[in-house]
């Protein structure tokens, strides 16, 4: 079975590091895939043996997802878009696939639709038509108005043969975040959180005993990193890592060197998820990623949902973990030095939080959806 991933990420990479581990699976299942990133490269992410296309890379203007920046930094062009689009389209094309995925779209990237568009319209053209899936994460960004979901509702109806909800449906249901007609029901399959499987302790134990401090992929979290930077001094009996995401990761370091806080400072590691095994908390924001790798590796964690923006869906998933043992949630507003350390402390001190307890299948899972729905496929 050939299958063709198309997604693109525009702020953090958490997008594309669920896709890559979507890939894997089909890929350890003996199918061929094909991943057509549209967001910047992000090498800090594992992609070995998968197949990746470049396309010309987007980023969104700061939380400004309407605003879609160029390789070069000036605003994306009609011509920059259209290159992007023939590259999507010739990859299609090439690979012939039999299993067509879209990551969040039609339910965001709203702003590329022109493209998801011409890639769903060309696909109904191959002289065997694929079959046509939309992968999403737990929580999305809740519709600002009616007729958004109504018409994710009308291209999901025209084009779509199902949409993999990557959650276990015991904890979240897409209900807690979209509002989901009648139609869109029977097109949803549940498969199950998807993650790498739990990473397990780190070769050289690597993070014992600190408090870890992350912010994703990408270029965000400076306020986070500023106010982890202070608390580290009001905790002078803990060591305090912060690791440093995003492509200037080593320019924001030598920036955040300035305030001779005693943590260390460093960009974002590969093998951070083996870290989280030993430290003695994490202070995150609460991406999808994130948290399952907190829920993995059960580490006592702090949660600052990102909110800039408006966003919601980060808030939405940290207050769904917020009764495990050991899940403290700080509000952007209330986020202080003083308020940070005490999260830490309470997340610390609470009974420990077995790892697991959730599907994490989600991958294999989403493998077998796709071949049993491709097996009738026109």
């Known amino acids: 079975?050939?299958?063709?991933?198309?997604?693109?990420?525009?702020?953090?990479?958490?997008?594309?590091?669920?896709?890559?581990?979507?890939?894997?699976?089909?890929?350890?299942?003996?199918?061929?895939?094909?991943?057509?990133?549209?967001?910047?490269?992000?090498?800090?992410?594992?992609?070995?043996?998968?197949?990746?296309?470049?396309?010309?890379?987007?980023?969104?203007?700061?939380?400004?997802?309407?605003?879609?920046?160029?390789?070069?930094?000036?605003?994306?062009?009609?011509?920059?878009?259209?290159?992007?689009?023939?590259?999507?389209?010739?990859?299609?094309?090439?690979?012939?696939?039999?299993?067509?995925?879209?990551?969040?779209?039609?339910?965001?990237?709203?702003?590329?639709?022109?493209?998801?568009?011409?890639?769903?319209?060309?696909?109904r053209t191959l002289h065997r038509?694929?079959?046509?899936?939309?992968?999403?994460?737990?929580?999305?960004?809740?519709?600002?108005?009616?007729?958004?979901?109504?018409?994710?509702?009308?291209?999901?109806?025209q084009y779509y043969d199902a949409v993999l909800v990557h959650s276990d449906p015991a904890a979240t249901r897409l209900e807690a975040s979209w509002p989901v007609s009648g139609m869109l029901a029977e097109k949803l399959r549940y498969t199950g959180y998807v993650a790498p499987p739990a990473a397990g302790p780190h070769p050289e134990q690597a993070g014992t005993g600190e408090v870890l401090v992350s912010a994703g992929g990408g270029s965000v979290g400076t306020s986070l990193y500023r106010t982890a930077l202070e608390a580290a001094k009001l905790m002078p009996e803990t060591a305090w890592r912060l690791l440093v995401g995003g492509s200037d990761a080593r320019a924001r370091i030598a920036e955040f060197s300035s305030t001779c806080s005693?943590?260390?400072?460093?960009?974002?590691?590969?093998?951070?998820?083996?870290?989280?095994?030993?430290?003695?908390?994490?202070?995150?924001?609460?991406?999808?990623?994130?948290?399952?790798?907190?829920?993995?590796?059960?580490t006592p964690a702090v949660l600052i949902p990102f909110d800039a923006g408006n966003e919601t869906e980060q808030g939405l998933r940290a207050d769904s973990l917020a009764p495990l043992n050991g899940i403290e949630i700080v509000k952007t507003a209330g986020l202080t030095p003083e308020a940070l350390c005490a999260?830490?402390?309470?997340?610390?001190?609470?009974?420990?939080?077995?790892?697991?307890?959730?599907?994490?299948?989600?991958?294999?899972?989403?493998?077998?959806?796709a071949a049993e729905l491709a097996g009738g496929r026109e």
């Open 262 to 298: 005693p943590a260390l400072l460093e960009p974002a590691r590969k093998d951070f998820r083996q870290m989280l095994s030993h430290a003695a908390a994490s202070v995150s924001m609460c991406g999808y990623n994130t948290a399952l790798d907190l829920l993995q590796a059960g």
């Open 129 to 157: 038509r694929p079959v046509i899936l939309s992968s999403i994460r737990d929580i999305l960004a809740p519709p600002s108005k009616p007729e958004k979901a109504e018409k994710a509702d009308a291209v999901i109806a």
């Open 343 to 369: 999260a830490v402390k309470a997340a610390m001190q609470a009974p420990p939080r077995p790892a697991g307890g959730f599907r994490f299948d989600g991958a294999a899972r989403s493998v077998e959806i």
């Open 1 to 123: 079975m050939k299958v063709l991933i198309a997604v693109t990420h525009l702020l953090g990479t958490g997008h594309l590091s669920r896709v890559l581990t979507l890939a894997r699976a089909f890929i350890a299942a003996g199918h061929r895939v094909q991943v057509v990133s549209g967001g910047f490269p992000a090498p800090q992410l594992n992609a070995d043996g998968v197949e990746l296309i470049q396309l010309p890379p987007l980023r969104s203007d700061g939380v400004n997802f309407t605003r879609l920046m160029a390789e070069d930094g000036a605003l994306a062009d009609e011509a920059y878009l259209a290159r992007r689009q023939s590259a999507l389209c010739a990859a299609l094309q090439g690979m012939q696939p039999d299993v067509l995925l879209t990551e969040l779209y039609p339910f965001g990237r709203r702003s590329l639709r022109k493209e998801f568009r011409a890639l769903l319209e060309a696909a």
